[in-house]
C-alpha cells in the first residue's frame, strides 16, 4: 500500500454510489502498539490496524487517541491491496467537559410488546411467588376465623382442647412460609427491574464520552481494488513521555577479578493519556525529527581558553591613582605566568597557581561550552530493554534494567582525618562493555550494604571514570591530640665574626606531633590506603616552617637554586621568603630543585610519605608542597593490620612578634 492517489484503471471495480458508513476504530480497543521509542522529552508510538474494507473508497476514523499528539509527527503506512489517499487529523469536542463512565438511570421507556425469554420466565415465577403469598394470608385470615366463631353449642368441651392446638399449629406454618416468599419476591423484582434496565439501554440512543487526554482523532481515506483486510500503521509522536539513566552499583571487596557490577536500568516515566502494554521499549539519546525538512549541522567551533587579566585603567589629568596593595613574594609567581601560555589551565592547575600567587582571586571569563551528556555533537546512543514492558499512563517513575555489567576497577581508600576520621572508598572503573555510560544517579552497595548515593559521568567504550563508593567502616582511623611542646627562645648572633657591631636576634620556636592509627578490621587486605593531612604553610620571610616527619623535601626552582648554590649568604634571606618550609633540619639539605627530588620517602614497611599529588600521571614537580599538604600511601594494609603514623614539624619566628594562625 502506497500513500498518493490511486493509479489509472481503465476498468475501475465497481461500487455503490452512495458512499459507505465510516468505519470507525477506537485506538486502544482495536489496535495493539509494536513499538515505543522514548526520547529525552518525547517518545514515538507505533500501533497497527487490521481492518476489513469493502471495494471502493473506505473511511476510516480512528479516535481516542493522545490529545498531545504532536499533528506534524503523524506518519500512516499500510500493507495490503489499497491506496491511502487522504489522512486528516483534528481534536474531537475539545470543550465538552469530561464525565467519567459511571452507571445511570435511564429514562422510562416502555418495554416491548414481547419481552425477552429471559423476562418472560422470571414473570412467571414472581407471579407464581406472589399468588402463593397471597394464599397464605387467606388462610391464615380463615384460621382466626374459625377459632372466632367457635362457640360452646357448636363444639363438644372435651375436644375445644384438640380444636385449639390444631389451628396454632397450621398458623405457626403458614407465618413460616411468609420471610421465604417475601425474600425470593424481593429477588425476583430486583432482577426483572435490571432484566428491564439492560432492555431499555439497548434500545436508547448512545452517546459518546471523550477523555480529555485521548480526544485526537484521524481519518483516513483509502481506496480498495478488492473487498478484503488490510493492515494500517499509525506512527506518532507524543510529550510527557521522558527518560533518564540510572545505576546501582555493587562492589564486593573481597573479589579479585572483576569486583563491580554496574546495573545499568532507566528511569521511564509517561503521561500521554494511553497505558503502554507489553510493549518492546527502545531508548534513544538522539532527538527526533519529524517532517520533510533535512536537518542542518551548525558550526562546532573551538577556542583557546585565556586567562583574565585585569584591564589597564587610564585615569584623566590630575587624579589620583589608588594606593597599591603589595602582597608578600611568591616563589612562584613567575615560573606560573609563564606556564600558563604554554598549556591549558585545569582546575587543578588553577588550585595550585593560587596557592602560590598570594593575590585575591580573580573572576573567570566564562565562554560557551558544550557538556556531553548523551546527546550532542556525534554522541548518539540506542538502548533495547529486553523483551516487552509495560507502562500505564500515571507520570509515575518506572525502572528498566537495560543490562548488568562486570567491570574491573582499581580500588582505593582515602581518609582526611582532621576533618573526618571515615574512610572514603572510590575506585577507577573501566568501561570494558560496548555501551555508552551516560551521566546519571548511582545507587552504590558496599558488601551487600547500601553506603551511599552517587554520580556516574558520561563514559564511553573503553574509557575510565572515578566513582565514589561512599565510606568503608572496616577500616578505623584514630586521630590523637595534637602534642606541643614550646621551646626555650634562643638569641643568635649576625654580621662578621670580629666585626663590633654583631646584631642579636632572640628566636621563639615551638615543636608539634601529630599522632594517626591506622586499623584495618577486615579479614581481606586493602589494596591501597592515602591519609591526607598537612602543616601549617608560612606567609611571611620571618616566620620558617621546619618539617621534620616524615623527611620530605621541598622542590626549588632551577633558577632559585642556583642563586642558593652561588651566593649563600647573599640569598639565604630571599630563600627563606620563597619557600618558608626549610625541611628537616637535620638535613644537609633541606630543599632540593625539582629535577633531583624524590617523589616518595619510606616511613616504614609498606608505608610511604609523598606530597599531595605526586603520584597523578601529571604531576608538576614545581607545585609538589606548595599547599603544605602530605600524603601517607599504606599499600596494601594487611588483614587485621595496624599502623601508626607520625607527622612532626617546628615553627621559629622572632620572639617579639606574634604569629597568628598557631
Given at each position: 500500500m502506497t500513500a498518493g492517489p490511486p493509479a489509472a484503471n481503465p476498468s475501475p471495480p465497481p461500487f455503490s454510489e452512495s458512499p459507505a458508513a465510516p468505519i470507525e476504530l477506537q485506538a486502544a480497543t482495536a489496535s495493539r502498539i509494536t513499538s515505543v521509542s522514548v526520547y529525552a522529552a518525547r517518545a514515538e508510538v507505533a500501533r497497527v490496524f487490521h481492518v476489513a474494507l469493502k471495494t471502493g473508497t473506505?473511511?476510516?476514523?480512528?479516535?481516542?487517541?493522545?490529545?498531545?499528539?504532536?499533528?506534524?509527527?503523524?506518519?500512516?503506512?499500510?500493507?495490503?491491496?489499497?491506496?491511502?489517499?487522504?489522512?486528516?487529523?483534528?481534536?474531537?469536542?475539545?470543550?465538552?467537559?469530561?464525565?467519567?463512565?459511571?452507571?445511570?438511570?435511564?429514562?422510562?421507556?416502555?418495554?416491548?410488546?414481547?419481552?425477552?425469554?429471559?423476562?418472560?420466565?422470571?414473570?412467571?415465577?414472581?407471579?407464581?411467588?406472589?399468588?402463593?403469598?397471597?394464599?397464605?394470608?387467606?388462610?391464615?385470615?380463615?384460621?382466626?376465623?374459625?377459632?372466632?366463631?367457635?362457640?360452646?353449642?357448636?363444639?363438644?368441651?372435651t375436644k375445644l382442647a384438640g380444636a385449639l392446638h390444631e389451628c396454632e399449629a397450621t398458623t405457626e406454618v403458614l407465618d413460616g412460609r411468609k420471610p421465604e416468599l417475601d425474600k425470593e419476591i424481593h429477588a425476583l423484582e430486583t432482577e426483572i427491574t435490571a432484566q428491564q434496565q439492560k432492555e431499555r439501554d439497548s434500545k436508547a440512543p448512545k452517546t459518546k464520552e471523550v477523555h480529555p487526554?485521548?480526544?485526537?482523532?484521524?481519518?483516513?481515506?483509502?481506496?480498495?481494488?478488492?473487498?478484503?483486510?488490510?493492515?494500517?500503521?499509525?506512527?506518532?509522536?507524543?510529550?510527557?513521555?521522558?527518560?533518564?539513566?540510572?545505576?546501582?552499583?555493587?562492589?564486593?571487596?573481597?573479589?579479585?577479578?572483576?569486583?563491580?557490577?554496574?546495573?545499568?536500568?532507566?528511569?521511564?516515566?509517561?503521561?500521554?493519556?494511553?497505558?503502554?502494554?507489553?510493549?518492546?521499549?527502545?531508548?534513544?539519546?538522539?532527538?527526533?525529527?519529524?517532517?520533510?525538512?533535512?536537518?542542518?549541522?551548525?558550526?562546532?567551533?573551538l577556542r583557546v581558553y585565556r586567562p583574565y587579566r585585569q584591564p589597564t585603567m587610564f585615569l584623566p589629568p590630575g587624579s589620583t591613582p589608588a594606593p597599591v596593595i603589595i602582597s608578600p613574594p611568591s616563589r612562584y609567581s613567575h615560573r606560573s605566568r609563564s606556564r600558563s601560555r604554554s598549556r591549558s589551565m585545569s582546575p587543578r592547575y588553577r588550585r595550585r597557581s593560587h596557592s602560590r600567587e598570594h593575590s585575591p582571586p580573580r573572576p573567570e571569563i566564562q565562554f560557551p561550552t558544550a557538556e556531553v551528556i548523551g546527546s550532542g555533537a556525534g554522541v548518539s546512543a540506542t538502548f533495547r530493554v529486553p523483551g516487552t514492558v509495560s507502562l500505564p499512563s500515571?507520570?509515575?517513575?518506572?525502572?528498566?534494567?537495560?543490562?548488568?555489567?562486570?567491570?574491573?576497577?582499581?580500588?582505593?581508600?582515602?581518609?582526611?582525618?582532621?576533618?573526618?576520621?571515615?574512610?572514603?572508598l572510590s575506585a577507577k572503573i573501566t568501561n570494558e562493555s560496548d555501551f555508552l555510560l551516560l551521566r546519571g544517579n548511582a545507587s552504590v552497595y558496599l558488601d551487600g550494604s547500601f553506603v551511599a548515593r552517587s554520580e556516574i559521568p558520561s563514559v564511553s567504550p573503553k574509557e575510565s571514570f572515578n566513582c565514589s563508593l561512599g565510606v568503608d567502616p572496616a577500616i578505623r582511623i584514630t586521630y590523637h591530640p595534637l602534642i606541643k611542646n614550646k621551646n626555650k627562645d634562643k638569641t643568635t648572633s649576625s654580621g662578621s665574626f670580629f666585626s663590633s657591631n654583631r646584631e642579636k636576634t632572640e628566636t621563639s620556636s615551638c615543636a608539634y606531633t601529630q599522632r594517626i592509627s591506622v586499623h584495618n578490621t577486615k579479614s581481606a587486605a586493602v589494596a591501597r590506603l592515602k591519609i591526607v593531612d598537612h602543616i601549617p604553610a608560612s606567609r611571611d620571610a620571618q616566620i620558617e616552617v621546619r618539617l621534620i616527619s616524615p623527611a620530605l623535601k621541598v622542590p626549588v626552582p632551577e633558577e632559585d637554586a642556583a642563586v642558593v648554590e652561588s651566593k649563600p649568604s647573599q640569598s639565604r634571606s630571599r630563600t627563606s621568603a620563597l619557600l618558608s618550609l626549610k625541611g628537616n633540619s637535620n638535613s644537609s639539605s633541606s630543599s632540593v630543585t625539582a629535577s633531583k627530588l624524590s617523589k616518595q620517602v619510606k616511613v616504614a614497611s609498606g608505608v610511604v610519605a609523598q606530597w599531595d599529588g605526586a603520584?597523578?600521571?601529571?604531576?608538576?614537580?614545581?607545585?609538589?608542597?606548595?599547599?603544605?599538604?602530605?600524603?601517607?600511601?599504606?599499600?596494601?594494609?594487611?588483614?587485621?593490620?595496624?599502623?601508626?603514623?607520625?607527622?612532626?614539624?617546628?615553627?621559629?619566628?622572632?620572639?617579639?612578634?606574634?604569629?597568628?594562625?598557631?
Open positions: 473506505n473511511q476510516l476514523v480512528i479516535g481516542g487517541l493522545p490529545t498531545i499528539l504532536e499533528h506534524e509527527s503523524l506518519r500512516v503506512e499500510g500493507r495490503g491491496n489499497a491506496v491511502i489517499q487522504d489522512v486528516s487529523i483534528a481534536n474531537v469536542a475539545p470543550d465538552e467537559p469530561w464525565r467519567s463512565p459511571r452507571p445511570t438511570r435511564a429514562p422510562n421507556f416502555a418495554v416491548a410488546a414481547q419481552p425477552t425469554p429471559e423476562l418472560q420466565a422470571l414473570s412467571v415465577r414472581l407471579e407464581a411467588a406472589v399468588r402463593a403469598r397471597a394464599r397464605i394470608d387467606k388462610s391464615v385470615t380463615a384460621v382466626e376465623n374459625f377459632l372466632n366463631s367457635l362457640t360452646i353449642e357448636h363444639i363438644d368441651a487526554k485521548l480526544k485526537t482523532q484521524v481519518s483516513i481515506s483509502v481506496f480498495a481494488e478488492v473487498e478484503g483486510q488490510v493492515e494500517i500503521v499509525l506512527k506518532y509522536a507524543v510529550s510527557r513521555a521522558t527518560w533518564t539513566p540510572l545505576y546501582d552499583v555493587r562492589v564486593n571487596t573481597d573479589t579479585k577479578e572483576k569486583p563491580i557490577t554496574l546495573l545499568y536500568k532507566a528511569a521511564v516515566k509517561q503521561d500521554t493519556g494511553e497505558s503502554w502494554d507489553e510493549v518492546p521499549l527502545t531508548l534513544e539519546t538522539s532527538r527526533p525529527t519529524f517532517g520533510a525538512n533535512i536537518p542542518e549541522l551548525q558550526p562546532w567551533d500515571d507520570g509515575q517513575v518506572h525502572n528498566f534494567t537495560i543490562v548488568k555489567l562486570a567491570l574491573d576497577g582499581q580500588m582505593s581508600w582515602v581518609c582526611v582525618p582532621k576533618l573526618d576520621t571515615k574512610v572514603h603520584d597523578e600521571d601529571d604531576a608538576d614537580a614545581t607545585s609538589l608542597g606548595a599547599e603544605r599538604k602530605l600524603n601517607w600511601i599504606c599499600a596494601p594494609l594487611p588483614a587485621q593490620g595496624k599502623v601508626d603514623l607520625s607527622l612532626e614539624w617546628e615553627v621559629v619566628w622572632p620572639a617579639e612578634l606574634q604569629i597568628l594562625g598557631l
